[in-house]
């Protein structure tokens, strides 16, 4: 089992910035897709980044292109999540996943991501 330690997340203003982090238990090459996602009161749970961690590639949801950079860092086991210009609809409970099957592409659905973080809370205030 992946466990994923997730952290950073914080109150701010519109047009801020946040960085969340992602410590796994295992290393990340491992883990074949990792992926931020988000929930906020009363919606579903949606994904925001995906990267495959063997080779990088990324996908990002259309509301945070531009914004927002998903990044990992494999000597320290962790995922990165870079949130720029942050908007109040971005306010959320963010969550860290894992795979950990193989696979040749990322999903962005949560149903495919077996490893799950606590959860960290984004407040953005306008």
């Known amino acids: 089992h992946v466990q994923l330690v997730e952290s950073g997340g914080g109150s701010v203003q519109a047009g801020g910035s946040l960085r969340l982090s992602c410590v796994a238990s295992?290393?990340?090459?491992?883990?074949?897709?990792m992926g931020w996602f988000r929930q906020a009161p009363g919606k579903e749970r949606e994904g925001v980044a995906t990267?495959?961690?063997?080779?990088?590639?990324?996908r990002y949801a259309d509301s945070v292109k531009g914004r927002f950079t998903i990044s990992q860092d494999n000597a320290k086991n962790t995922l990165y999540l870079q949130m720029n210009s942050l908007k109040s609809e971005d306010t959320a409970e963010y969550y860290c996943?894992?795979?950990?099957?193989?696979?040749?592409?990322?999903?962005?659905?949560?149903?495919?991501?077996?490893?799950w973080g606590q959860g960290t809370q984004v407040t953005v205030s306008s």
């Open positions: 295992v290393n990340t090459y491992s883990t074949y897709c």
């Open positions: 996943a894992a795979d950990g099957r193989w696979t040749s592409t990322c999903s962005q659905h949560p149903d495919d991501y077996i490893h």
């Open positions: 990267i495959y961690t063997s080779s990088g590639r990324t």
